[in-house]
């Protein structure tokens, strides 16, 4: 049950119809958005709501789907109905036009039936008939006129409408000419049609001049259209085999129409399929606006909501360019009924209306504006009282109107009911009003029905807090600023802070302080207390905010220190490598100069000089080897302490860097795109040319030279026209470059196509932990032809 019958109204959701219908292609989806339909059956729901996120994807995907020529023909098809009627060209082509979209539409179904299910199960039901689409597509040219060739005769009747035509033209072009030469026409003047006839302008003073029949006149009179009479019997012949053309075309329209008539229902069919796949397409791009995803199910009843936007104020803020604030909501078996309390102007309302419209949105099937880890379950009965509902026709005042509104609620409000009461209690004097409202709460609270309710009223502030199944909850309130939040926190009852408003607007101390010993010592100082409270919990949330953004920084400072130890520790192992192998060519080389040198002195036999030079030899081999595998690069170093701004290296290391902060006896350095923190004692002082010289010789000691490869990389990557095999590699090679290189921002051009390189790139990307974000770029500057990336 929906109460009350303008609920959509109160809720907003009349404005989302009026969006969907805008985003529709044609009437054959707006006939279904008007059949939207609050719905209680968990699979409808989840069909409905499967359908819409498959088309977001296929929208968001760039997938080429037919976007065109969605027309409502079902006109058309009633006249087909009738015995020997037939349609014009014009509707026949309009036909032909709804043909090739559905064809499209279910090529396109039977390619992806594994992507989307839900989808290719509207085509199932659908009967085609191949034969007829190309029956008739093979009569109509591109214009939507029967081609020349639709039929022997009608090809041959409008070659002989040419022929006589080009002959007539001939004949009245010889004729005009001596009447323009003899003065009786006006000036540049062509032959023109009267009346379906070839006629001349000729000047009304000489009519009489020039035999023929005369079809009309300028509208100064001063110029008559005159059929000259050696032309009468050829314009004759023209309009005779024009007839004969009309005849011809109707024959082939009826018999066309004819194949048609047993196809009616087929078409219907597909007309309807036409019309769900234009209102799922809206929803889709409605979806894709607001931000809605499909969420989960609650298994148990209640829902939990985080991150939940009103819809259209959502889309009015993002015009503007603003951000709403989120809600987090929900209610579960212990916490039935949720009572919201606040200042005015504070989101009470708006959080009200949100939950009501997020939650008629979904029953009906529509994507919602909320984060993907909320949880949804369905209502069979949804009551609203919302606004003032004061009638003069029924004498009501608006406390009447809410109170029927209460007795209507009371008597129908179950266990599988949401109600959302909005101002409860107003509209009287506080005090009775209080105390109905309370005790409607009271029955509402024993109905085991789920709600949210937002008033003023301390004494359901109070009841709400002592009551099983009921909590309270408040919208957030700057005391320090007078600002409302718009953030609602549950578990605790809001201030009105109708003294600190009053203060602000300017009311007099005297006022305030006259108001303050009416309400009573007691009211005053618990909503004050109140007060306090929800001030002292913002400076502590903001003081929360902080430390996370600090420890956020923290988390992203050891991740870069844990990431430079790793890249020196394996430059280290390189290295080491390095000196290995060549040390073992080295050692090989010396030990088969000592064989020779050995074996020389044997076939010397022991000759003195031949012993003499053989030993030489042998001590410049091992002082060459000594000299390569022990020398040990000189290190220009530099007295002094160091401080920040100096050049340093780490002691044993090749690593050199420059000092930003000293804390103690930590230091952090620069290396590079990198910073890292390193004790002070194991730093040594080097000079700026010895940093430079480092720089300039990692191309040879690391087998990488930075300065290079920043001067030489490029932000964007073009791989438009690379195959599927070669992305992949290419695209490692450049995210290395670019990680190293310490990039912000990447562009990669793979253009639109079939979409198949910009999934390829997205899907591989998407395992890079470095990387922030990835998006469409600018529709100005190429769009979803380009990936733009974020690096972290």
Same mark, same amino acid.
């Given at each position: 049950?929906l109460?009350?019958?303008n609920l959509e109204?109160?809720?907003g959701?009349?404005?989302?119809r009026a969006v969907?219908l805008?985003?529709?292609e044609?009437?054959?989806?707006?006939?279904?958005?008007?059949?939207i339909?609050?719905?209680?059956d968990? @699979?409808?729901?989840?069909k409905?709501?499967?359908?819409?996120?498959?088309f977001?994807?296929?929208?968001?995907?760039?997938?080429?789907?037919?976007n065109a020529?969605y027309?409502?023909?079902?006109s058309?098809?009633?006249?087909?109905?009738?015995?020997?009627?037939?349609l014009?060209?014009?509707?026949?082509f309009?036909?032909?036009l709804?043909?090739?979209?559905?064809d499209q539409?279910?090529?396109?179904?039977?390619?992806?039936r594994e992507?989307y299910?839900?989808?290719?199960?509207?085509?199932h039901?659908?009967?085609?008939?191949d034969?007829?689409l190309?029956?008739?597509?093979r009569?109509?040219d591109?214009?939507?006129?029967l081609?020349d060739n639709?039929?022997?005769?009608?090809a041959?009747?409008?070659k002989?409408?040419n022929?006589?035509q080009?002959?007539l033209?001939k004949?009245?072009?010889g004729?005009?000419?001596r009447?323009?030469?003899?003065g009786?026409?006006?000036?540049?003047?062509?032959?023109?049609?009267r009346?379906?006839?070839?006629v001349?302008p000729?000047l009304?003073?000489?009519?009489r001049?020039?035999r023929?029949?005369?079809?009309?006149e300028?509208?100064t009179?001063?110029?008559?259209?005159?059929e000259?009479?050696?032309?009468?019997e050829?314009?004759?012949?023209?309009?005779?085999?024009?007839?004969?053309?009309k005849?011809e075309?109707i024959?082939?329209?009826?018999?066309?129409?004819d194949?048609?008539?047993p196809?009616?229902?087929?078409?219907s069919?597909i007309?309807?399929?036409?019309?769900?796949?234009d209102?799922i397409?809206?929803?889709?791009?409605f979806a894709?606006d607001?931000d809605g995803?499909k969420?989960?199910w609650?298994?148990?009843?209640?829902?939990?909501?985080q991150?939940?936007r009103?819809?259209s104020?959502?889309l009015?803020?993002?015009?503007?360019g603003k951000k709403v604030v989120?809600?987090?909501?929900s209610l579960?078996a212990?916490?039935?009924?949720?009572?919201?309390?606040?200042?005015?102007?504070?989101?009470?309302?708006?959080c009200?209306k949100?939950?009501?419209?997020l939650?008629?949105m979904?029953?009906?099937?529509?994507?919602?504006?909320v984060?993907?880890?909320?949880r949804?379950?369905?209502?069979?009965?949804?009551?609203?009282?919302i606004?003032d509902?004061q009638?003069?026709?029924?004498?009501?005042?608006?406390?009447?109107?809410h109170?029927v509104?209460m007795?209507?609620?009371?008597g129908?409000?179950n266990?599988?009911s949401l109600?959302?009461?909005?101002?409860?209690?107003?509209?009287t004097e506080?005090?009775?009003?209080?105390?109905?409202?309370?005790?409607?709460?009271?029955?509402l609270?024993?109905?085991?029905?789920?709600?949210?309710?937002?008033?003023?009223y301390?004494n359901l502030?109070e009841?709400a807090?002592?009551?099983?199944?009921l909590v309270?909850?408040a919208m957030?309130?700057?005391l320090? @600023?007078?600002q409302?939040?718009?953030?609602?926190?549950?578990g605790?009852?809001?201030?009105?802070f109708a003294l600190e408003?009053?203060?602000?607007?300017?009311?007099?101390?005297?006022?305030?302080e006259y108001a303050?010993?009416?309400?009573?010592?007691?009211q005053?100082?618990?909503d004050?207390?109140?007060?306090q409270?929800?001030?002292q919990?913002?400076?502590?949330?903001?003081?929360?905010k902080r430390?996370?953004?600090k420890?956020?920084e923290?988390?992203?400072l050891?991740t870069q220190?844990?990431?430079?130890?790793?890249?020196?520790?394996?430059?280290e192992k390189?290295?080491l490598?390095?000196?290995k192998?060549e040390?073992?060519?080295?050692?090989?080389?010396?030990?088969?100069?000592v064989?020779?040198v050995i074996r020389?002195?044997?076939e010397?036999q022991?000759?003195?000089e031949?012993?003499?030079?053989a030993?030489?030899?042998?001590e410049?081999?091992?002082?060459?080897?000594?000299?390569?595998s022990?020398?040990?690069?000189v290190?220009?170093?530099?007295?002094g302490?160091?401080e920040?701004?100096?050049y340093?290296r780490?002691?044993?290391?090749e690593?050199?860097g420059?000092?930003?902060?000293?804390?103690?006896?930590?230091v952090?350095?620069?290396?590079g795109a990198l910073?890292?923190?390193?004790?002070l004692n194991r730093?040594?002082?080097?000079t700026r040319?010895e940093?430079?010289?480092?720089?300039?010789s990692?191309?040879?000691k690391g087998g990488v030279?930075?300065?290079?490869?920043?001067?030489n990389?490029?932000?964007?990557?073009d791989?438009?026209g690379y195959?599927?095999e070669?992305v992949?590699?290419?695209?490692?090679q450049?995210?290395?470059e670019?990680?190293l290189?310490?990039?912000?921002?990447?562009?990669?051009?793979?253009?639109k196509?079939?979409?198949?390189l910009?999934?390829?790139?997205?899907?591989?990307?998407s395992?890079y932990?470095e990387i922030?974000q990835?998006?469409d770029?600018h529709v100005?500057?190429g769009g979803?032809g380009?990936?733009v990336?974020t690096?972290?």
């Amino acid at each position: 049950m929906l109460y009350p019958q303008n609920l959509e109204e109160k809720l907003g959701f009349d404005k989302i119809r009026a969006v969907l219908l805008e985003k529709c292609e044609s009437n054959l989806g707006a006939q279904f958005v008007s059949k939207i339909k609050y719905a209680t059956d968990r @699979n409808s729901i989840d069909k409905w709501l499967e359908q819409t996120h498959e088309f977001t994807r296929i929208i968001q995907s760039g997938e080429l789907f037919p976007n065109a020529n969605y027309i409502d023909v079902s006109s058309h098809l009633k006249k087909v109905q009738m015995e020997n009627s037939f349609l014009l060209e014009e509707e026949f082509f309009d036909l032909l036009l709804v043909f090739k979209t559905a064809d499209q539409c279910l090529s396109f179904f039977s390619q992806k039936r594994e992507d989307y299910p839900e989808l290719v199960q509207l085509t199932h039901p659908l009967l085609w008939n191949d034969e007829l689409l190309w029956s008739i597509d093979r009569k109509f040219d591109e214009r939507g006129r029967l081609k020349d060739n639709a039929s022997a005769l009608l090809a041959d009747i409008r070659k002989g409408i040419n022929t006589e035509q080009q002959r007539l033209r001939k004949v009245l072009d010889g004729i005009l000419r001596r009447a323009q030469k003899d003065g009786f026409t006006p000036d540049d003047v062509s032959i023109t049609i009267r009346e379906g006839r070839m006629v001349i302008p000729v000047l009304a003073e000489y009519k009489r001049r020039v035999r023929g029949f005369v079809h009309g006149e300028s509208a100064t009179g001063q110029t008559v259209y005159l059929e000259p009479s050696e032309v009468l019997e050829i314009n004759n012949e023209v309009r005779e085999l024009q007839y004969a053309e009309k005849r011809e075309v109707i024959r082939i329209l009826t018999a066309l129409t004819d194949e048609v008539r047993p196809e009616l229902e087929n078409l219907s069919g597909i007309m309807k399929f036409l019309g769900i796949i234009d209102f799922i397409r809206a929803k889709a791009r409605f979806a894709i606006d607001i931000d809605g995803i499909k969420p989960l199910w609650s298994e148990m009843k209640g829902f939990s909501w985080q991150e939940a936007r009103h819809p259209s104020l959502y889309l009015s803020f993002k015009k503007l360019g603003k951000k709403v604030v989120p809600l987090n909501i929900s209610l579960d078996a212990e916490k039935r009924i949720l009572v919201i309390s606040g200042p005015n102007a504070g989101g009470k309302s708006v959080c009200l209306k949100t939950v009501g419209l997020l939650q008629y949105m979904f029953q009906c099937g529509l994507l919602v504006s909320v984060n993907e880890t909320s949880r949804f379950t369905i209502y069979k009965d949804l009551f609203i009282d919302i606004g003032d509902e004061q009638s003069i026709e029924n004498d009501l005042s608006t406390y009447s109107s809410h109170l029927v509104n209460m007795k209507n609620l009371l008597g129908h409000v179950n266990k599988g009911s949401l109600f959302l009461i909005d101002e409860f209690g107003t509209g009287t004097e506080p005090q009775f009003g209080g105390a109905i409202a309370e005790a409607i709460l009271d029955e509402l609270r024993s109905s085991k029905g789920m709600g949210v309710i937002t008033t003023h009223y301390g004494n359901l502030k109070e009841y709400a807090d002592k009551q099983q199944g009921l909590v309270n909850g408040a919208m957030k309130y700057d005391l320090k @600023n007078l600002q409302p939040i718009y953030q609602l926190e549950i578990g605790k009852p809001g201030s009105s802070f109708a003294l600190e408003i009053a203060r602000k607007i300017g009311l007099s101390n005297q006022t305030i302080e006259y108001a303050k010993s009416k309400v009573g010592v007691k009211q005053v100082s618990v909503d004050q207390l109140l007060g306090q409270l929800e001030s002292q919990q913002y400076e502590v949330e903001k003081a929360e905010k902080r430390v996370k953004a600090k420890e956020k920084e923290l988390d992203e400072l050891t991740t870069q220190y844990a990431e430079l130890k790793s890249h020196l520790e394996n430059q280290e192992k390189k290295i080491l490598n390095s000196a290995k192998r060549e040390a073992k060519v080295l050692l090989d080389s010396a030990n088969k100069e000592v064989e020779r040198v050995i074996r020389e002195i044997k076939e010397a036999q022991a000759d003195k000089e031949r012993v003499k030079q053989a030993r030489e030899s042998l001590e410049a081999a091992k002082k060459k080897t000594k000299i390569t595998s022990q020398e040990k690069e000189v290190v220009q170093t530099e007295s002094g302490a160091i401080e920040v701004g100096s050049y340093v290296r780490i002691k044993g290391q090749e690593t050199t860097g420059k000092v930003i902060s000293i804390k103690g006896k930590d230091v952090e350095l620069s290396i590079g795109a990198l910073t890292s923190m390193v004790k002070l004692n194991r730093l040594e002082k080097i000079t700026r040319k010895e940093t430079r010289e480092k720089a300039n010789s990692l191309s040879v000691k690391g087998g990488v030279s930075l300065n290079d490869k920043m001067a030489n990389f490029s932000q964007k990557l073009d791989i438009r026209g690379y195959r599927a095999e070669e992305v992949i590699p290419k695209l490692e090679q450049y995210m290395d470059e670019a990680i190293l290189l310490g990039f912000n921002e990447l562009h990669i051009l793979h253009g639109k196509g079939n979409g198949v390189l910009r999934q390829i790139v997205r899907t591989h990307l998407s395992s890079y932990k470095e990387i922030a974000q990835m998006k469409d770029e600018h529709v100005d500057r190429g769009g979803a032809g380009i990936t733009v990336i974020t690096m972290r």
